[in-house]
């Protein structure tokens, strides 16, 4: 009689490390996937998130300047730059000092805002592939295929990271679009500013991490990857068009 015990411990894969499964992120997606329907954690993503944004804070502050990304954000709205050069110079000076300062928070804590939107997005996702298309995952194997298909996105920070040591020029650096890995980094600056914010998702890091979303989902929830796909690049574009929007109503 065969002994099935044996085969099947042959045929279930070896559990990861975090480091693996960050590893398998980038060359074998699907065995980081399959993984997280063992055990959904997510450390391994989470520690390379805080070192990124740590680093990437750090080197706007060494060489770009918070007093600058103040400026430089003030000039994408038109109308807010037209309003406060209207200000006397002692309100113009306190609003700079309030808003240097929390441009300066803003950017160090977020990892924090990342995970908030994270949950949200894998919430959303997590209920539609669930309970509209017959998928079987739990929140937590959604929410941690989200934070390592997002594993992608710290090589977008760590190339703006080498761009601003390497001597990025202070006056036209965007905190929202520090580097030029998108449509929307090279558009002119007279570019009506919803377009230029829906060009900056066409984006290769953010569209290589929407498929490994697609990818991750489609294994923890047991759907196609049709069925995946539709759930997360639904909701991806409209998270977009909301930003879109926001985008338009601010120039």
């Known amino acids: 009689m065969p002994d099935t015990t044996a085969a099947s411990s042959e045929l279930t894969p ?12 980038f060359s074998a997606p699907s065995k980081t996937f399959t993984d997280i329907r063992r055990k959904a954690t997510f450390w391994g993503p989470l ?29 994408q709205a038109p109308q807010r730059e037209e309003q406060f050069e209207k200000l006397p110079a002692d309100q113009q000076a306190t ?29 959303l996702v997590w209920v539609t592939a669930n309970f509209i298309f017959g998928g079987t995952s739990k929140f937590g194997q959604v929410f941690a295929v989200n934070m390592y298909a997002n594993l992608v996105m710290n090589l977008k920070f760590l190339l703006a990271i080498v761009a601003l040591f390497a001597g990025v020029a202070p006056d036209s650096f965007l905190l929202a679009n520090p580097v030029g890995t998108n449509v929307g980094y090279y558009l002119s600056t007279d570019a009506p500013k919803w377009l230029a914010a829906l ?6 890091f ?46």
């Open 47 to 75: 520690v390379v998130m805080l070192l990124v944004a740590v680093g990437f804070s750090f080197g706007v502050q060494q060489k770009v300047g918070w007093d600058k990304v103040f400026e430089n954000n003030l000039h």
């Open 206 to 251: 953010e569209i290589w991490s929407v498929i490994l979303t697609i990818i991750g989902v489609s294994i923890v929830a047991k759907v196609s990857r049709g069925k995946a796909a539709a759930a997360v690049v639904g909701w991806w574009f409209i998270f977009v068009l909301i930003g879109v929007g926001f985008a338009a109503a601010s120039s």
């Open 95 to 123: 609003q700079k000092t309030i808003g240097v300062k929390v441009t300066a928070i803003i950017t160090y804590c977020y990892p924090a805002l990342i995970l908030i939107f994270t949950a949200l997005f894998a919430l």
């Open 199 to 204: 060009c900056q998702h066409i984006d290769l």
């Open 14 to 25: 070896p559990p990861l490390t975090e480091v693996q499964r960050v590893v398998d992120t």
